[in-house]
């Protein structure tokens, strides 16, 4: 059976914590910056953990199950 490959997309958008969880960043940060608030600027900013339900899904992605 052949190598698994890793998912290009999941590999360039989540990265491995120490822990084995997976950080992630959070959407709606790119553009249209001006109406939202300095507070939700700034919650955007700082890295997300993956949630449960969706880890084993990105794992798979990136060939760490």
Known sequence: M???KTHSGAKKRFKVTGSGKLKRHHANS???MRKKSKKAKLR??????VDKADERR???LLCMK
């Open 58 to 60: 990105m794992k798979l």
């Open 30 to 32: 790119s553009h249209l």
């Open 2 to 4: 052949p190598k698994m």
């Open 44 to 49: 955007l900013r700082h890295a997300a953990i």
